[in-house]
């Protein structure tokens, strides 16, 4: 393989077994490169995932150093583990990418920009709500050229796209007398940038008779800290999002799929870590008794994004089109090639915007052609940077949203 041979370094071999044996799983095929985004791209071997799990053996080790190139090669891979489903030994290309960048997080010192974006990133997670003031400021002329000029123009786009907040309540009732209950994941930007989609999960869930519990102990799922490299913080935020939803008679619903994967990985680390069910909305509403809820038909159409969280990992993406063909009139649209990345992958559209931009643009370009009205999904990193990159007459919304909007109510239940 055509690796760069100034990623190769010795150094001193401190030997990490468990990772290698992982690495040794991948036999080379080569079946996944086809399916690689950031190999289409380039056609460079450093960037497909046999390539990245070839120097994270190395790294594994001790043959190879960490080095800038690497790191780049490894920072590169958008996580979305289109590979995995074509593999044929099964290899866990995404958990060994998170546990190769924790190898290069503990070996190498962070640069500034690293420092700054953790802080930023930590003081988000602990106080979210402020971020819905940033939306505002977004879009303020003055604070976009002083964003520029920071560095951190990239981040513009994302957060004045965002959903102005609406504020949660612990508790909500059932819009009927049953006994139902479910608890609803938020997790850390939910309240902030994602709002509208959270009242709509509950205004469904409501009229569906279940009364819902939004645990105030939750955070981040950690997601974003894991894919970086930093598996110990990851695990605290495990641990204290397992604490807040430890009640095993009731379900675990959560809205953005990227999220999703991350709560599932809980129970792969350990079988007990969610006794109860944990499930996708879309997908917990269509194993419901949907047929009971009537919708006003919609002459418009919509263009189902289906995220890799959905489509991959959780292999969920098949509720959002089952529960849209409810509402009479829409017609519906499929992505041509939805099997590739959109581009966004988490922080990924803000570290790498030129190459999150090209992965997006075919789905513009097929959304204009289309002249859809809707686009729609489930993941709320995608639908931030598909928000930023179509037109501003195409409506980027949660399936759910939709739903809710044509949705017959009958009566009144305070969540709008």
């Not at 190395?58 to 593999?87: F, K, P």
């Not at 009364?211 to 800290?225: D, F, M, N, R």
């Not at 809980?266 to 009537?294: G, K, V």
């Amino acid at each position: 393989m055509d690796i760069p041979q100034n990623i190769f370094m010795a150094k001193n071999r401190v030997i990490d077994n468990a990772l290698f044996l992982k690495t040794e799983q991948c036999v080379r095929c080569a079946s996944c490169a086809p399916r690689c985004p950031t190999y289409a791209l380039s056609l460079n071997e450093a960037e497909s995932p046999r390539g990245r799990i070839t120097m994270i053996a190395g790294l594994a080790t001790g043959q190879i150093s960490a080095t800038e190139s690497l790191q780049q090669h490894l920072d590169n891979c958008l996580t979305c583990r289109a590979c995995e489903q074509v593999c044929p030994a099964e290899v866990e290309v995404g958990d060994i990418l998170d546990q190769g960048r924790a190898l290069t997080h503990r070996r190498r010192w962070p640069t500034l920009a690293q420092l700054l974006f953790n802080k930023v990133l930590d003081q988000i997670i602990a106080h979210p709500k402020p971020l819905a003031r940033l939306t505002t400021l977004a879009r303020l002329k003055w604070v976009q050229r002083m964003a520029h000029t920071l560095g951190f123009g990239a981040w513009l786009p994302a957060l004045s796209a965002a959903q102005p907040t609406m504020p949660l309540h612990a508790h909500y009732p059932s819009g009927s007398d049953s006994d139902k209950r479910v608890q609803l994941f938020v997790g850390c930007l939910g309240e902030a940038m994602q709002s509208h989609t959270l009242n709509a999960a509950l205004y469904l869930l409501s009229h569906l008779g279940f009364s819902v519990q939004i645990p105030k102990e939750q955070t981040c799922c950690g997601a974003l800290h894991k894919h970086r490299g930093e598996i110990g913080r990851a695990n605290r935020f495990a641990s204290q999002n397992l604490q807040a939803f430890s009640d095993p008679a009731v379900a675990v619903i959560y809205c953005a799929t990227g999220c999703g994967v991350t709560l599932k990985e809980y129970q792969a680390d350990s079988p007990d870590a969610f006794p109860m069910r944990l499930l996708e909305i879309n997908e917990f509403i269509a194993q419901c008794e949907f047929d009971t809820l009537e919708f006003e038909p919609l002459h418009e159409k919509v263009l189902i994004h289906d995220p890799c969280s959905a489509r991959y990992p959780l292999k969920c993406a098949q509720f959002s089109h089952q529960l849209l063909n409810q509402i009479e009139g829409l017609e519906i649209f499929t992505l041509a090639n939805n099997q590739h990345c959109c581009g966004a992958a988490g922080t990924y559209m803000l570290s790498h915007p030129e190459t999150a931009h090209t992965l997006v643009s075919s789905i513009v370009e097929e959304a204009v052609r289309l002249q859809v009205d809707y686009v729609v999904s489930s993941n709320i990193g995608c639908a931030l940077h598909l928000g930023v990159h179509l037109p501003k007459s195409i409506r980027v919304c949660h399936p759910v949203e939709l739903l809710a909007q044509q949705l017959i109510s009958r009566h009144k239940l305070g969540v709008e």
